[in-house]
């Protein structure tokens, strides 16, 4: 009964999974437990919690399975050093870059540290990409796919193309760095005045309310070429040193403005920099998911890496890419290589033992009765508990009013997809700045997204049959949009969670 850790930590989105005898025991990130955004630290919390959940302790574990290689990421910052080592500021980066591939190639001390001298598994560091490609194959359930990752880099790649089946995970096309198409759009980000590395979902809904105008501009910025690769013009925009220090070059401020300030008025000119540069991103990852179809021949394709987050770009993959199925991973960002990286090991080391898909994103902790009667008594709230809880719930919304929904196990990746969910009335269109002034305190020009059941989805979305991850958007039918005017975004679209009643009975019953 082999136990295999997945742990990815030291650059963002910190977790931890675990495997045992092929079947996802959980994951979580770290950020859950500590209530840091974005965590990136070591996941202390969550491997406990990982143990804690299996009943194993630290001598149980046989494989630990890292989710970068330390000495590639050494390797590649010394070589890139070249385009910035004469800046002061880029030295600062560089200390910083090879500090975190110190900090990855300890990580076994780390881990005994934390655990003690009982952990005797052993260690197993895996290419960042192949953990990314591996976690959504595995999510995905399928028995072969072509894979497609985009992020802002590993190692040293941006992305890979291939195909993934039993026999493994074969690359066809890999960009490298600085061909990015992730700091491409935290860039953007940054110059709209949101936080980049984390903010960049701001900018996809904010692009719903420009125009393309510089379209053409943003073309030559970022594109995909004809052999599966990624290209972005460093003369136009500067990503020599990463994410946060990535800008527009001097001389394009008549074009896209003067970066914006954080809290100043949106204008018009942000506007149509967001919808440009989603629409360049949406072209690209359309060319390669169609490039990937034409070589390979595969029905399905499989998404990961932080750019499959993007939720508009899928969509647009899925209509207009051939694939007969398109799954993106819930977790596409770096939490969901801690459980690449452990099916990874799992594949090569016990390829006799078969991998029993998760299912569900569920995977997380989850609270008793009695734990969450606790809480309610220590924040001093009054607690009733009715016979039907679900119909009290849809009540309450026919109502008009908010619910806080808290029940089972937490969500793994950053959608929340019904166990710890804000639910709302989606018909009246007044509700989504109800529910912002209220609860969410966030930019207008956001959207709320809806919960259907599978069963109905096509009825109100195109298109629409299964999407549980709430990580595609879906046009809502003409007819159908004054109906749900909550959550219909102002270019008629929505960003849909389907709901089985096998993957979440009560939720579904709500």
């Given at each position: ?38 965590y ?89 990409h192949r ?63 949101f ?47 990463g ?87 819930a ?38 009765d009695?734990e ?55 018909r ?10 209220v ?34 958007t879906?046009d ?35």
């Amino acid at each position: 009964m082999p136990a295999i850790l997945g742990i990815n930590c030291y650059k963002h989105d910190s977790a931890a999974a675990l495997l045992v005898d092929g079947r996802l025991v959980g994951a979580a990130e770290e950020e859950r437990f500590t209530r840091i955004k974005h965590y990136s630290g070591y996941p202390s919390k969550t491997v406990d919690f990982l143990l804690g959940e299996a009943g194993l302790e630290a001598r149980d574990i046989d494989h630990v399975a890292f989710y970068m290689l330390p000495g590639l990421v050494f390797r590649e910052n010394m070589l890139y050093s070249r385009h910035y080592l004469h800046e002061k500021a880029g030295l600062a980066f560089l200390a910083g870059q090879l500090n975190g591939a110190r900090r990855m190639a300890a990580i076994p001390a780390t881990m005994r540290e934390h655990l003690g001298s009982g952990l005797r598994a052993r260690f197993h560091f895996v290419e960042h990409h192949r953990a990314h490609a591996a976690g959504a194959f595995y999510f995905s359930g399928l028995e072969r796919a072509a894979v497609l990752t985009m992020d802002g880099v590993g190692e040293r790649d941006c992305s890979i193309l291939g195909t993934i089946g039993p026999q493994g995970l074969r690359v066809l096309a890999r960009s490298r760095y600085p061909n990015s198409p992730g700091v491409y759009y935290s860039a953007v980000t940054r110059h709209l005045g949101f936080e980049p590395d984390s903010d960049e979902y701001k900018v996809m809904g904010l692009s719903s309310y420009g125009r393309p105008e510089q379209l053409p501009l943003f073309r030559r910025i970022l594109g995909a070429t004809s052999d599966g690769r990624i290209r972005l013009d460093t003369g136009l925009l500067y990503v020599h040193r990463g994410v946060h220090e990535s800008r527009f070059r001097r001389g394009l401020e008549a074009r896209v403005g003067v970066p914006r300030r954080r809290g100043q008025e949106l204008e018009a000119i942000h506007e149509d920099v967001a919808c440009s540069a989603q629409r360049a991103l949406e072209e690209t990852g359309l060319a390669l998911a169609r490039w990937l179809r034409d070589r390979t021949g595969e029905r399905d394709l499989v998404i990961a890496g932080g750019v499959g987050l993007n939720c508009v770009m899928n969509g647009l993959i899925e209509r207009e890419s051939g694939f007969g199925g398109v799954f993106p991973m819930a977790a596409s960002h770096d939490a969901g290589t801690s459980v690449g990286a452990a099916v990874l090991v799992h594949m090569r080391e016990h390829p006799d033992i078969r991998l029993e898909s998760p299912g569900s994103c569920y995977l997380g902790p989850g609270y008793g009765d009695r734990e969450v009667e606790s809480a309610m008594e220590s924040s001093r709230l009054s607690c009733e508990k009715p016979a039907d809880l679900a119909g009290a719930i849809s009540g309450l919304l026919e109502e008009g009013r908010i619910v806080a929904l808290f029940q089972g196990r937490m969500e793994f990746g950053p959608r929340a997809l019904g166990n710890r969910s804000i639910l709302a009335d989606p018909r009246p269109a007044s509700m989504k700045d109800r529910v912002n002034s209220v609860v969410k305190h966030r930019e207008g020009f956001r959207p709320f997204a809806p919960s259907c059941l599978e069963e109905i989805a096509p009825d109100y979305f195109e298109g629409c049959s299964s999407s549980p991850y709430m990580i595609k958007t879906y046009d809502v039918r003409p007819g159908m949009r004054e109906s749900i005017a909550a959550v219909t975004h102002v270019d008629g679209t929505a960003r849909v969670q389907t709901v089985s009643r096998e993957a979440n009975p009560f939720y579904w019953e709500v």
